[in-house]
């Protein structure tokens, strides 16, 4: 069984559902609660983690391209998310840079390259947001 | 250290630190959630007095045994007291500060417990129906008094320096950035762009300077059911600074319920700044607002990022921690990638 996605959810629902309501009045049936509802998030995020990373280098490099910098940075040795991490925090570290360089230019070339950035932050921001789960009061489980 | 242990070592202190008490025990002694960066405990203890026999529930806030906050346990003490029986402010009596190690194995401190009060989740503000509004004026008017604290002679300023009213966001900016910047796992480009942001638009000076609650919102009162607001609490990052930062911190959308109609999920936000305008004695200047509006969701990324690197290390594995470090963490980066976008989007005003 390799679907970690669905195993990581049922997990989550497991420990919301039945193991945190029996340990109501202790202070671990929150973490319980907190540790389940984190499981599911977990699973709905692994499917996409890797293509959402390799997606956020390209358009970094695409940025810092457009912004004139000359990065080094090499392409992630594989797809492992540890891999693709590193690179995205390299390529951020470069941003960052090139960001402050836009800022103190009053051009509107510079302006706009900044717009290009917070458009992809507002991007990645929402790509990285895991829906909130959806699960029931206990009152509307009956 | 097992509840068991902490109740037998409390007993000894309490006694000696109760004026009168003889016979003293802890009859029920209970850990709740308090914020995972101190643990809490619900004490009931029997005593004698010259009176006769007597009962109190107490609220113990210990920190961690590697804890590095003894300051932060001061400064809650002193701004309880600071807010203690200033006008109708709902705080908790603060009782005992011990900042020496020994007694219970890490610094606490001891207030008295407020009964029948019961937290708002902030995710379900809705819950609180019929009582949203009044709930909503209490929690406004609330804030302007503690905005209206005299600050001078208060406990509060034993325990800090006062900045001058064109310092304050220079100071908490410089406090957050610092945070982040000492304990973010990885480059932070979206919070870095909103420093860098604020410091070019800096905020008009302070208007008066007053306590800053430091974590006034949805989550961190308690009401009792039907419609009163009985207790404020969690002071611990209290300090002295522009009211505009607590006004701010309690209407952010993260603790609002998604309500951008109403502010902090309450109540209209004419009537909401009317409130906290006629209790704090300041004039609602939305420019000093739109500041500290953004600087909320920069300081939230520091309490975000620290929370997550305490988990990332094993200090705290409480997992509440994990889900600041991930879920709000990222809703606070989309806020200020959102707002700020907006404003460096071609062709928008400048």
């Known amino acids: 069984m390799t679907d970690i996605a669905m195993i990581l959810d049922r997990i989550g629902r497991k420990l919301v559902g039945e193991v945190a309501p029996k340990l109501e009045g202790d202070y671990s049936a929150g973490h319980a609660a907190m540790a389940g509802l984190m499981s599911v998030m977990a699973g709905e995020m692994w499917d996409g983690a890797a293509d959402r990373l390799f997606t956020e280098t390209g358009e970094m490099r695409a940025l810092l391209q457009a912004a004139g910098r000359d990065v080094q940075v090499p392409d992630a040795p594989s797809l492992k998310v540890s891999d693709l991490t590193a690179e995205r925090d390299a390529l951020a570290r470069e941003l960052i840079e090139a960001q402050k360089a836009l800022e103190l230019r009053n051009d509107e070339a510079a302006q706009a390259l900044n717009a290009q950035i917070w458009l992809f932050y507002i991007q990645t921001a929402q790509a990285r947001m895991p829906s909130p789960p959806d699960f029931p009061d206990p009152e509307e489980e009956v | 250290m097992l509840e068991e242990e ?13 004026p009168g008490a003889r016979n003293l025990s802890v009859t029920e002694i209970a850990r709740i959630h308090g914020g995972a960066s101190r643990q809490t405990y619900s004490i009931d203890l029997a005593y004698e007095d010259p009176t006769g026999p007597q009962t109190r529930g107490v609220i113990l806030r210990r920190d961690p045994p590697d804890s590095l906050i003894e300051t932060e346990r001061r400064i809650e003490f002193a701004a309880i007291k600071s807010a203690y029986g200033q006008g109708d402010i709902p705080v908790p009596e603060a009782m005992f ?23 708002i989740n902030p995710f379900k503000i809705e819950a609180i129906e019929p009582h949203r509004v009044d709930i909503g004026r209490q929690f406004f008017k609330h804030l302007g008094s503690i905005a209206a604290i005299p600050v001078m002679g208060s406990p509060l300023t034993d325990e800090m320096d006062m900045p001058t009213p064109d310092q304050c966001w220079r100071k908490e900016l410089d406090y957050w950035m610092n945070e982040i910047r000492s304990n973010a796992s990885s480059p932070q480009p979206i919070a870095e762009a909103a420093i860098r942001h604020l410091e070019r638009n800096p905020p008009p000076p302070a208007q008066r300077l007053s306590i800053v609650h430091g974590d006034y919102r949805n989550g961190n009162f308690l009401h009792d059911g039907a419609g009163r607001i009985n207790a404020v609490l969690d002071w611990e990052m209290a300090h002295i600074g522009d009211p505009y930062e607590d006004l701010a911190w309690a209407t952010d959308l993260l603790w609002c319920g998604n309500d951008q109609e109403r502010a902090a999920g309450f109540i209209p936000w004419p009537e909401a700044i009317g409130i906290w305008q006629e209790a704090s004695g300041c004039q609602f200047d939305p420019i000093a607002f739109e500041w500290w509006s953004i600087f909320t969701h920069v300081k939230a990324l520091g309490i975000w990022i620290t929370s997550a690197k305490a988990f990332k290390d094993a200090v705290n594995d409480d997992p509440i921690l994990a889900w600041s470090g991930w879920f709000t963490h990222n809703a606070h980066e989309l806020m200020i990638a959102m707002r700020l976008g907006q404003k460096y989007a071609v062709g928008a005003p400048s």
Do not use: C, N, Q
């Not at chain 2, 902490?6 to 109760?18: M, V």
């Not at chain 2, 011990?98 to 937290?119: C, H, K, S, W, Y």
């Open chain 2, 97 to 119: 500060l011990e900042t020496d190690p020994g007694p219970l194995g890490a610094p606490f401190f001891v207030m008295g417990r407020i009964e029948g009060g019961e937290p």
């Open chain 2, 6 to 18: 902490l109740a037998a070592k409390f007993t000894a202190y309490a006694a000696s630190r109760i």
